[in-house]
């Protein structure tokens, strides 16, 4: 791993902990020796209240490529995961994590899983990435809606 | 029809720069007619201007400084219609929109923008690389990054020809602010950038297709080339260097060929050209089912892949035969000739019927292809030609205006060939008859005179050349002459509707 990479992975952490939206988390995972992998993150996003995507915390799994910050992230909700938005293999299709749009080297985590948050309740009906969801959205909201109250319940907050 | 009738009237002549205003020019333009497009000629300076111009004007409508207007005017694609009516609706929105107002950053007001300067006991930590730097940059946004980051950024966002935002949030960068970290001018790399894209958007714009030429040409009246084209006429404009070429393809010149019969031919060439050269070198096809076959091996007993005939690489007759009379294949093309006549006539008829057209064209490509690559060779020398008039002047102790005449055979030799060329295209895609028969001989007599040109810039002794000049006026005479001529026959041609397309 790069210094730069290092410090730049290393400085994220310090300021996640420092300081982070409510609600959300993330944290480098541990490698079977107990070491940590900084350039392999799990996260989780809340649900905006009084929308249907309430109550409960979408997990994320966030890879920093070797080049970054030059390089987005790549971050990726579950496979299969029900959003206009969202490819099948549960890639995020957001433009501040698209290199040729509007990936910029100053944007930090907490920017980043805001950036999905607002995503959610917001799909951008321009770009599918996946057909159920697109569809659904602009043809049958009611469907969409139950698809994602179903969702959520899945990945309700413990208690 | 005189000669005076294809000359072009002068009324429109602010338009075009003098130094395209040669006489070859317009001999030409007979079917092009000048005035039937009209157009301006700028260089990329001259659009740099445009820009800044137009950036000062809508400074004073907005009543806001010139940097700022030149990021609007960036973000909207230099549609200034736009950006002006959706200003004009709200202006709030538009600024906070392009990241032109901080007033939605957390109320957060930053002072002390711009450079940055630490001490080694108290230095700047950079987001980006994490390194401790001395200097920095901060927006007012008041996010700052070192100057090193800031420049490997700039140096990849410049190329984009985009507004340029902070690295960390929507806060856009005026041209000031991207002077100052880059040190450099990059704002006006930005700026040209930016023009490639505001040419590209405009339809009344064209960048010159000449190779390494960056001169640009505005049309006047663009709403008439759609019309232009579909009558058959041809939008040629000349850019400042002298390039001639057409609007409406945004290639060279193609006199005397229509736009639509230069594109199918084009695409013909880029289809066909090189894989029937290929093939017509390379291969043979199986004399029993027609497949092509390349010989990649010494013997000529043939096997066909994929009916299996065996057959002789020579002769194309059947390998049956010869056993015995090991390669004299001679004796066989009589029994071949007659097992032919005999066996599938029909699917004969038919095969010749493709050779014949593959002929033709073929025919018609070598002839195109062998003028473009003159041309290329002419142009090499008419290139240098500056330098013949200069040892013409000095060896042979003529004027300049004297030695002028090179310049002019030279140009009057570029052109013709260049009709030559493309009424090969012509040619192809005409029906045989009388009006072709006419076609034919009028270009026989163009590539005639284009040759006896030529044939005159070969000569390298100075002396001579200076002795030959009338030879030099005269064959150039000769030669506008035809080719007014070849542009004639083939707008009649095309008006008689032999024209299969």
């Given at each position: 791993?790069s ?22 988390f ?29 109550n ?7 890879t920093f490529?070797?080049d ?14 029900y959003?206009?938005?969202?490819y099948?293999s549960g ?7 698209n ?6 080297p ?12 607002e995503?959610?309740d ?15 959205f602009?043809k ?20 | ?22 006489d ?6 007979s ?17 740099m201007?445009?820009?800044h ?16 207007v030149?990021t ?12 002006i009516?959706d ?6 929105d ?8 901080t ?23 950079c ?16 996010h700052e990054?070192?100057l ?9 966002k ?5 507004v ?9 960068l005026?041209?000031g ?10 704002s ?22 000449s ?9 006047l009246?663009s ?14 404009v000349?850019?400042s260097?002298?390039?001639r070429?057409?609007?409406?393809c945004g290639?060279e010149?193609?006199?005397?060929a229509?736009?639509?019969?230069t594109?199918q ?10 894989t029937v ?18 010989k ?10 994929k ?7 020579i002769?194309l007759?059947?390998?049956?035969n010869?056993n ?14 007659e097992k ?6 029909d ?14 064209y073929?025919h ?11 041309t290329?060779?002419?142009?090499s ?37 260049r009709?030559?060329k ?14 072709l028969d ?13 040759e006896?040109?030529?044939?005159l ?14 030879n ?7 030669l ?12 009649e ?9």
């Amino acid at each position: 791993m790069s210094s730069l990479l290092k410090n730049r992975l290393q400085e994220e952490r310090k300021q996640w902990r420092k300081d982070h939206p409510y609600g959300f988390f993330a944290k480098p995972e541990k490698s079977a020796d107990g070491s940590l992998n900084l350039q392999s993150w799990t996260a989780g996003v809340p649900g905006k209240d009084n929308t249907i995507w309430e109550n409960a915390t979408y997990p994320l799994t966030i890879t920093f490529p070797n080049d970054f910050p030059s390089k987005p992230p790549k971050v990726r909700l579950p496979a299969g995961f029900y959003h206009p938005n969202v490819y099948p293999s549960g890639t995020i299709c957001l433009s501040i994590l698209n290199e040729d749009q509007d990936w910029r080297p100053g944007i930090n985590l907490k920017q980043i899983l805001l950036g999905v948050q607002e995503l959610l309740d917001t799909p951008n009906p321009d770009s599918p990435a996946q057909e159920p969801a697109w569809r659904a959205f602009g043809k049958d909201r009611a469907l969409y809606e139950k698809k994602v109250i179903e969702q959520a319940k899945k990945y309700a907050k413990a208690g | 029809m005189s000669d005076e009738e294809f000359e072009y009237t002068d009324d429109s002549d602010s338009l075009y720069s003098d130094s395209v205003d040669d006489d070859n020019f317009k001999i030409e333009d007979s079917l092009v007619k000048h005035d039937i497009v009209q157009y301006k000629q700028h260089t990329t300076r001259e659009m740099m201007e445009t820009l800044h111009k137009k950036c000062t004007k809508l400074s004073e409508v907005l009543g806001k400084p010139h940097d700022y207007v030149v990021t609007l005017l960036q973000s909207y694609k230099w549609n200034s219609e736009k950006l002006i009516e959706d200003y004009m609706d709200d202006p709030q929105d538009v600024e906070l929109r392009l990241g032109l107002s901080t007033v939605k950053l957390n109320g957060e007001h930053h002072e002390n923008t711009g450079l940055q300067t630490y001490t080694e006991e108290a230095p700047f930590s950079c987001f980006i690389c994490c390194e401790d730097k001395l200097e920095s940059y901060k927006l007012k946004c008041g996010h700052e990054f070192c100057l090193d980051c800031y420049r490997t950024y700039l140096n990849e966002k410049v190329k984009q020809a985009n507004v340029i935002k902070c690295p960390s949030c929507d806060v856009a960068l005026t041209p000031g602010d991207i002077d100052t970290i880059s040190g450099t001018n990059g704002s006006s790399v930005l700026l040209e950038n930016s023009i490639k894209e505001y040419v590209e958007r405009h339809k009344t714009y064209k960048w010159c297709p000449s190779p390494d030429c960056n001169a640009i040409v505005e049309v006047l009246n663009s709403s008439d080339i759609a019309h232009l084209v579909d009558t058959n006429q041809i939008p040629i404009v000349i850019c400042s260097n002298g390039h001639r070429f057409c609007f409406n393809c945004g290639f060279e010149s193609h006199v005397p060929a229509p736009c639509n019969v230069t594109k199918q031919w084009i695409n013909k060439c880029k289809d066909d050209s090189e894989t029937v050269k290929w093939i017509t070198t390379h291969t043979k096809t199986c004399p029993k089912c027609d497949t092509s076959i390349e010989k990649n091996g010494g013997c000529n007993h043939m096997t066909c892949r994929k009916c299996a005939y065996e057959f002789c690489w020579i002769c194309l007759g059947t390998w049956d035969n010869h056993n015995n009379q090991y390669y004299q294949c001679n004796r066989y093309q009589y029994e071949q000739a007659e097992k032919n006549n005999k066996s599938a006539k029909d699917k004969k008829l038919q095969d010749e019927a493709t050779k014949k057209s593959l002929q033709r064209y073929l025919h018609y490509y070598n002839l195109f292809n062998i003028h473009e690559i003159s041309t290329k060779q002419d142009k090499s020398r008419c290139d240098v030609v500056e330098n013949t008039v200069r040892e013409v002047q000095e060896g042979v102790g003529i004027s300049w205006i004297e030695a002028q005449f090179l310049v002019d055979s030279a140009s009057t030799l570029l052109n013709a060939r260049r009709v030559l060329k493309w009424s090969y295209a012509v040619a192809f895609y005409c029906d045989r008859g009388y009006s072709l028969d006419l076609f034919e001989t009028v270009q026989a007599g163009l590539a005639d005179a284009v040759e006896a040109l030529s044939l005159l810039f070969e000569i390298s002794d100075v002396e001579v050349i200076a002795k030959k000049k009338l030879n030099f006026l005269n064959a150039s005479k000769l030669l506008e002459d035809r080719q007014r001529a070849m542009v004639l026959a083939t707008e009649e041609t095309i008006n008689n509707g032999t024209l299969r397309l």
